[in-house]
C-alpha cells in the first residue's frame, strides 16, 4: 500500500495574502497523518511549494484550505487521469465545511475527511467498512453521507515521511498539542470563524515535551508553533511548565491567544516563563456592541493592559484589525483605525505583525450561513455566473463586499481606505503587514477576482 499526501500551492488569486515566514515548514497535520498509517503502509508527503507531487500511489490524500482550494481540485483531477484506480482524498479545515459540495461536483474526489483525518487514513488503508470509518464522507446509492464526526488527540510525529522541506531559524515550525478552542467549547465559536469542532483535546503535557524534544533532537528545531487555536486551555499553560525538563527551557514557542484569556491575573507571566515569544492575539476590533454581536467580550483598555504586560515580559503580537463587521459604520470603523494606529505609536517594539482586512464571510462560519439565507447577496452573487448554495469555490472579494453592503451602514470604499491606509502605516514603521483574503491587494490586486 502506498500514500502520497500532498500540501497544494497556494492558488494565483491569493497570490497576493503575504506570507509573514520566510520559509515553508512542513504541514502538522499531514505529518501525524503519516506517522499514525506508517506502520501499515508507505507514506511520503510532498510540499508543492518544494517539489512536485507523485501520482503513484494507491491513496492519494490532497490538504484543502481556502486559499489553496483550486490548486488541491487541480492536483486531485489530475492524480484520478494518472491513475484512475487510486484513492482520492480530501480533507483540510475547507473540504470539512465543503464536503457534501466537492462530492456532488467533482467526481474524481473519492472521499472527504471532514475534521481530523488519522482513523479515516488508518481505515482506508486497512480497507475497513467505509459506514465504520469516524469522519469520513462519500457516496451511496446517489446520496452523500457524512460518518460520525470524532476528535482525537495529536500523535507524537516525526519527519522520516516528508520528502524535503525547509525551516529557518526565523520560522516558527507547526505543532499540534491542542486541538479545538476552549473559547468556542465554552462561550460558542465567534461569528466570524470557521471552527470545525466546538470540542477540545490536548495532548498530555510529558507527550508535548516530548514531541519538542524529538524535533529538537533529530532536526535542530528550537522555534515551535503551537497551531491550537487557544493555548490558555484551563491550567494548561502551568502543567506544561511543570514538568518541562531543564533542557528544553531555551526552546521557544509560537501560539494563539484571545484577550479575553490573556488578561486574566497571571497568564501573560507564565506566558513568559515558558519562553514564549510571540502570540497571535485576535483583537479584530474595539467596538463593545459589534463585538458583543460577534461572541466577544472587552475593550479597548483592556487591549491597553494586555500590551503593556506583553511588553514587559518581551512578547511580541500578532494582531489582527477587522472592517466591516456586521453594524459596522464610518465612525466606529475610523475609531477601531484610530485605536490600531496608537497601538503603533505606544508599542512599536512589541508589534510583530498588524493585519488589516475586511470581515469575509468564510465558509463554515456564521456570516457565510447568514449570507446564504439573505436574498439580497444570494440575488447579487449568482448574477455573476454563480451559485452561492451549490458552488464549492467562492469569490471572497465580491462575496465580502455584498456582505458588507447588506449588514453595515459602512462605505465600502471607506473600509478598503482605511485597510490599505494601515498595511501602509504598518510598513512605515518596519513592521510586518498582511490583509487576509477577500480584499484585492494594492500591489496585485487583479489577482484576488
Not at 301 to 328: D, K, Q, T, Y
Not at 405 to 420: G, N, P, T
Amino acid at each position: 500500500m502506498n500514500i502520497s499526501l500532498i500540501r497544494p500551492k497556494i492558488d494565483d488569486r491569493y497570490a497576493s495574502v503575504k506570507q509573514v515566514y520566510t520559509s515553508f515548514p512542513p504541514s502538522a497535520g499531514l505529518s501525524c497523518l503519516a506517522t499514525v498509517v506508517r506502520e501499515i503502509a508507505n507514506v511520503q508527503i510532498y510540499d508543492e511549494n518544494l517539489i512536485p507531487a507523485d501520482f503513484n500511489a494507491d491513496i492519494i490524500g490532497i490538504q484543502d484550505w481556502v486559499t489553496t482550494h483550486n490548486r488541491a481540485l487541480q492536483l486531485a483531477d489530475q492524480a484520478k487521469r494518472h491513475n484512475p484506480s487510486s484513492l482520492i482524498v480530501l480533507g483540510g479545515t475547507n473540504a470539512s465545511h465543503l464536503a457534501d459540495r466537492i462530492l456532488q461536483n467533482h467526481l474524481y474526489v473519492d472521499y472527504v475527511v471532514m475534521g481530523h483525518g488519522e482513523e479515516a487514513i488508518i481505515g482506508l488503508a486497512e480497507g475497513q467498512v467505509k459506514e465504520r470509518i469516524a469522519n469520513l464522507c462519500y457516496r451511496k446509492n446517489g446520496h452523500i453521507v457524512k460518518n460520525r464526526q470524532k476528535i482525537v488527540p495529536s500523535p507524537i510525529f516525526n519527519l522520516e515521511q516528508v520528502i524535503q522541506w525547509e525551516c529557518d531559524d526565523q520560522t516558527p515550525f507547526p505543532i499540534s498539542g491542542i486541538r479545538g478552542c476552549i473559547k468556542a467549547a465554552k462561550q460558542g465559536i465567534c461569528e466570524y470563524c470557521s471552527l470545525q469542532n466546538e470540542r477540545v483535546v490536548v495532548m498530555k503535557p510529558h507527550a508535548f515535551w516530548n514531541q519538542v524534544r524529538l524535533l529538537k533532537e533529530n532536526y535542530g528545531l528550537r522555534y515551535f508553533f503551537e497551531t491550537g487555536d487557544e493555548f490558555i486551555v484551563g491550567r494548561y499553560p502551568e502543567q506544561l511548565l511543570a514538568v518541562r525538563p531543564k533542557d528544553l527551557s531555551e526552546v521557544s514557542l509560537r501560539i494563539y491567544s484571545y484577550p479575553e484569556t490573556l488578561a486574566q491575573q497571571g497568564v501573560i507571566k507564565t506566558l513568559a516563563r515558558l519562553n514564549v515569544k510571540e502570540l497571535y492575539m485576535g483583537v479584530e476590533t474595539i467596538n463593545e456592541t459589534i463585538l458583543k454581536k460577534a461572541g466577544r467580550h472587552y475593550n479597548a483598555n483592556v487591549i491597553n493592559r494586555i500590551f503593556e504586560e506583553l511588553s514587559e515580559h518581551g512578547i511580541m503580537a500578532m494582531v489582527p484589525f477587522m472592517f466591516g463587521l456586521p453594524g459596522e459604520t464610518n465612525e466606529s470603523a475610523q475609531h477601531n483605525f484610530n485605536f490600531s494606529q496608537q497601538l503603533l505609536e505606544d508599542f512599536p517594539t512589541t508589534l510583530k505583525m498588524m493585519q488589516y482586512s475586511l470581515v469575509v464571510p468564510i465558509v463554515g462560519s456564521s456570516y457565510f450561513s447568514l449570507a446564504c439565507t439573505n436574498n439580497n447577496i444570494l440575488k447579487q452573487y449568482n448574477q455573476q455566473n454563480r451559485n452561492l448554495l451549490l458552488d464549492d469555490d467562492f469569490n471572497y472579494s465580491l462575496l465580502t463586499e455584498f456582505f458588507i453592503q447588506e449588514y453595515c451602514a459602512a462605505d465600502i470604499s471607506f473600509l478598503k481606505e482605511l485597510v490599505e491606509k494601515g498595511k501602509r502605516a504598518a510598513k512605515k514603521e518596519g513592521i510586518l503587514t498582511s490583509t487576509f483574503i477577500g480584499i484585492e491587494d494594492s500591489d496585485n490586486g487583479a489577482k484576488n477576482r
